[in-house]
């Protein structure tokens, strides 16, 4: 039985919450059961939203750096497409209030596990492996786990939860001294062993009872949220019986989204009657997510036999399965380098993709990109730019900028005079859309690459150390920025307004160190007038 990993930066959260428990001065609760405040009562007096929001972003400083963490653009675009709507309907609801709805970052992200898993991290980040994704039959099934982990930040768990784990601390601490007592003035170390054990049962006991009311109120919330969204009502009750079925079936470990998500019959009878009450008919079964399963479970295969497994052929008679099986096999073949085989078989996916009835454009661009994807790893960058240009009018997204950005690089590096044109467009592309999403480490690496094949050697240098600061290697970063300044004193005909944005940028990056040095020794300060705010 092969256990599952746990990332670093899992570890320290869990540390984390620990050490905000031990540290915590609140008063701890009369009752031995936990009762959740009611909804709309504030945490702020466990774990204020600023300072949810700093330790969340503690913890994705270390997970953007940890090997699972994924940036892939095609899924996570597909990730995000459900995941907005869900936020959407939040707002509406009113369950993001206006202070988390400002202060918290509400982004999703990827981690290579072939674990059945989801989580939330404080101040609105949710981590989903890509097992989750697999095993999900629909959109609105994998909608249904996103809007059950957003309720989780929404209903602030993680700040209501410091008050009974430092219950639970306490009972335990108590018990502990007892039996110490017990031990000196009886001499029997059964005695005292029998109390400690008896108050640590007491203490996982009442942080039972408050995980299954956790969960059962992010059920309740994250219900309304996907049928506020437009996802089907069934989905969630569907998910726990995909779910249910799959420990069954095959326990080994792999499915800790139970073990952390106490999957009860109450829980699924609950889902079951909101389905019945809701009048719901089933999710449809769409092209689209067949093929963002079959990205995942390539993603997730580890090693070349894992990866020739994926042969692209499949006995289902299901249209959706084989268009599905041939982007599998194009895409890990590409990976094994047989790239005649890969341009083969996403040509045939996309001739089966336009038989589809109705017709699904979003599939249909999603094995395009693929298609421009297998040619760039081939090196046929001309094809590549031929893939993308064949896209609708107007279609656009990140996966589409990331890729023509790496195709014009590609068309440089063959040819330095005949790709100046797209090399340009794609670093003005690049430039713009960082403007907004500040927080793109690849999109930013790309532009460092761009921009320094045009010769812009400052904005090469400043892109290389944004890049470095989404990843939260602020140390990286500020060497960049130190050394991009140097060289605006040593050389001529540099841009001055990216030379003033240099020494800005150097300024709040190592205002935000020293304030995480603060913080890291206990110590807080509130910014001075010379300081700026870290973007």
């Known amino acids: 039985m092969t256990p599952v990993r746990t990332p670093p930066w899992r570890r320290r959260l869990a540390t984390t919450l620990a050490a905000c428990t031990v540290l915590s001065a609140l008063p701890a609760p009369a009752r031995a059961q936990v009762r959740l405040p009611s909804l709309g009562e504030t945490a702020s007096q466990d774990l204020s939203v600023g300072a949810e929001r700093r330790l969340g972003e503690q913890i994705m400083r270390e997970a953007r750096r940890d090997p699972a963490y994924l940036d892939d653009p095609v899924l996570l675009e597909y990730l995000q497409s459900i995941w907005s709507p869900l936020v959407a309907a939040a707002r509406q609801l009113g369950n993001i209030d206006a202070d988390t709805d ?52 929404t209903q ?105 998500h106490p999957l009860t019959v109450d829980r699924i009878s609950e889902a079951r009657n909101r389905t019945l009450l809701a009048n719901s008919a089933p999710a449809p079964l769409t092209l689209q997510h067949a093929l963002m399963q079959a990205r995942s479970r390539v993603l997730m295969s580890e090693g070349t036999r894992a990866l020739q497994r994926l042969s692209g052929e499949t006995s289902s008679p299901l249209l959706a399965d084989r268009v599905a099986a041939l982007y599998a096999g194009a895409m890990a073949a590409s990976f094994l380098n047989d790239h005649a085989r890969a341009e083969v078989q996403v040509a045939q996916a996309l001739q089966l993709a336009g038989t589809a009835r109705p ?74 859309w960082l403007a907004e999403q500040p927080h793109d480490a690849l999109g930013w690496e790309l532009l460092a690459a761009t921009s320094d094949a045009l010769g812009l050697k400052l904005r090469s240098m400043r892109a290389g150390a944004e890049a470095r600061a989404v990843v939260g290697d602020l140390v990286g970063a500020v060497d960049r920025l130190r050394a991009a300044q140097a060289a605006t004193r040593t050389t001529a005909g540099q841009d001055f307004i990216e030379a003033s944005v240099i020494d800005a940028r150097l300024r709040q990056l190592m205002a935000q160190r020293r304030q995480l040095a603060l913080e890291a020794r206990g110590e807080s300060r509130r910014p001075g007038p010379g300081d700026e705010p870290p973007q």
């Open 102 to 153: 400002l202060a918290f970052a509400w982004e999703p992200f990827l981690v290579r596990d072939r674990s059945v898993n989801a989580f939330a991290l404080p101040g609105g980040f949710v981590g989903v492996h890509l097992g989750l994704i697999f095993i999900t039959s629909t959109s609105d099934q994998l909608a249904s786990v996103l809007a059950h982990e957003m309720s989780h930040v």
């Open 156 to 260: 602030r768990h993680i700040a209501r939860s410091i008050a009974p784990q430092q219950q639970a601390s306490m009972l335990a601490l108590a018990t502990l001294l007892l039996g110490i007592i017990a031990a000196s003035r009886t001499g029997n170390v059964d005695v005292a062993n029998a109390a400690i054990m008896g108050g640590q049962g007491a203490a996982i006991q009442s942080q039972l009872n408050y995980s299954r009311d956790v969960e059962r109120e992010a059920d309740r919330i994250g219900f309304g949220v996907l049928v506020g969204a437009g996802y089907a009502p069934s989905a969630m009750a569907a998910m726990f019986d995909n779910l249910d079925a799959s420990t069954r079936l095959n326990d080994n470990s792999g499915f800790p989204y139970l073990r952390s």
């Open 359 to 432: 017709r699904e454009p979003r599939a249909e661009r999603a094995l395009q990109l693929l298609q421009a994807q297998v040619r760039l790893a081939h090196g046929d960058a001309p094809g590549a730019m031929q893939a993308l240009d064949n896209l609708p009018p107007g279609a656009s997204g990140r996966p589409v900028l990331l890729l023509r950005a790496q195709a014009a690089l590609e068309l440089h590096r063959r040819d330095a005079g005949g790709a100046a044109v797209p090399l340009r467009s794609s670093t003005e592309a690049l430039q713009t």
